[in-house]
């Protein structure tokens, strides 16, 4: 049964993400590890100083050396709060980024509820990593990236019913490819990004982020310029700090076009239907 956020709830799921921000945070700081507010996320802090008001969920990003380093140190996150999870420590998780999951919480999105993964509330760790310097190699990489995000999806979009009856039957054949086979994939195509590589980056396992606003050029779209990164800036997010790059201009317009605009009423949705949620203890 598709269910949606309550005023109350929805207000709650910003402030557990909140939480596990300042956590994230604090780990980051204390280990000298680089991460970014993005997306949604870094809007907010620039349009509002903190969630966008219809906003429900939370992302940040690393490069790809920072997002290994923290992997091997995401056990200093406290417990109690909140774990770190990607395919390696939860084989059943099928995406290719990690998450950020609060501790004794539950979260089903509509779809999903079959998927064998651990659940609970969240918030998206995306690791960045090289993108070629030829168009062609961006266009063939981008295919591959393609392919190999709907092999992870597949497991939800063939039963999904958002999606065809022939689109079914697709992702019915795409799921009996072993898992592990795309993450050997994945691997193979991050092993050699390094943070001082001259290269734009992406999120390989999902959708090029400069797709999102469609004036980016061909070249462009599918990778986010590293100049941009460097450099970072405190910004203020719901009375806490929280770290961002600091030519946010550059990156918001690349995302968004206009990124001050606020969008049409009915667009201000919730972003993910969900069949379960439970708060636990908070």
């Not at 604090?26 to 966008?52: M, P, Q, S, W």
């Not at 910004?235 to 201009?249: A, D, I, V």
């Amino acid at each position: 049964m598709t269910k949606v956020l309550s005023p109350e709830q929805f207000r709650k799921m910003q402030l557990t993400e909140l939480d596990m921000l300042v956590e994230l945070d604090r780990v980051c700081r204390e280990n000298h590890i680089d991460y970014r507010i993005t997306g949604g996320t870094l809007l907010g802090a620039v349009r509002h100083k903190g969630f966008i008001p219809w906003d429900d969920d939370a992302d940040v990003n690393m490069l790809r050396e920072d997002y290994e380093k923290f992997k091997k140190i995401a056990w200093k996150l406290n417990p109690e709060i909140c774990y770190f999870q990607d395919h390696d420590t939860d084989p059943e998780y099928r995406w290719g980024y990690g998450k950020i999951r609060r501790t004794g919480t539950k979260y089903v999105r509509v779809g999903q509820e079959h998927l064998k993964c651990k659940t609970g509330i969240f918030i998206d760790v995306f690791p960045l990593d090289n993108v070629p310097n030829s168009l062609t190699g961006r266009i063939l990489q981008d295919w591959r990236c393609f392919i190999l995000r709907k092999i992870l999806y597949s497991e939800v979009g063939r039963v999904s019913e958002k999606e065809t009856p022939f689109s079914r039957r697709i992702y019915t054949l795409l799921s009996k490819i072993p898992v592990d086979f795309v993450f050997r994939r994945y691997r193979a195509m991050t092993k050699k990004t390094r943070n001082s590589d001259p290269n734009d980056v992406r999120v390989l396992s999902f959708k090029a982020a400069g797709k999102l606003y469609t004036k980016n050029g061909l070249k462009s779209r599918y990778g986010v310029k590293k100049e941009w990164l460097r450099e970072f800036s405190e910004y203020e997010f719901e009375g806490k700090k929280l770290m961002g790059p600091k030519n946010y201009h550059d990156y918001l317009t690349y995302m968004y076009g206009d990124y001050m605009k606020l969008p049409p009423v009915e667009k201000r949705t919730q972003h993910s239907p969900f069949s379960e949620i439970d708060f636990g203890e908070l």
